[in-house]
């Protein structure tokens, strides 16, 4: 079992920035890809960006691609979503995600675990 916590979210102007972070726990996190998915209001889930279990591979959404950035530090089991120039489009419930391979998807059942979710909310 992985325990996913989720941290970072928050209320940002349009053109900001912010930086969510994903905490796991529990079995080994050094082999699991990592990605990180959003739901807005009235919306399904959708992939925003993933991390092979190495780091050196990585994955986005064509909404985000140039503007997000997801890294990973496995020493301190955690991974980070770096979110740039924020528009008011990027609102929404953002879910960290862990899956029991070391390559990532994009789709949803490609992950086994997940995070309670974090609240990102871009407006002036």
């Known amino acids: 079992q992985v325990q996913l916590v989720e941290f970072g979210g928050g209320l940002v102007a349009p053109g900001g920035s912010l930086r969510l972070s994903c905490v796991a726990s529990?079995?080994?996190?050094?082999?699991?890809?990592m990605g990180w998915f959003r739901q807005a209001p009235g919306k399904e889930r959708e992939f925003v960006a993933a991390?092979?279990?190495?780091?050196?591979?990585?994955g986005y959404s064509d909404s985000v691609k140039g503007r997000f950035t997801i890294s990973r530090d496995n020493a301190e089991k955690t991974v980070h979503l770096q979110m740039n120039s924020l528009k008011p489009e990027d609102t929404a419930v953002y879910y960290c995600?862990?899956?029991?391979?070391?390559?990532?998807?994009?789709?949803?059942?490609?992950?086994?675990?997940w995070g309670q979710g974090t609240q990102v909310t871009v407006s002036s």
């Open positions: 529990g079995r080994t996190f050094r082999s699991s890809a």
């Open positions: 991390i092979s279990w190495t780091g050196d591979n990585t």
């Open positions: 995600a862990a899956s029991d391979y070391s390559s990532w998807s994009k789709g949803s059942r490609g992950y086994d675990y």
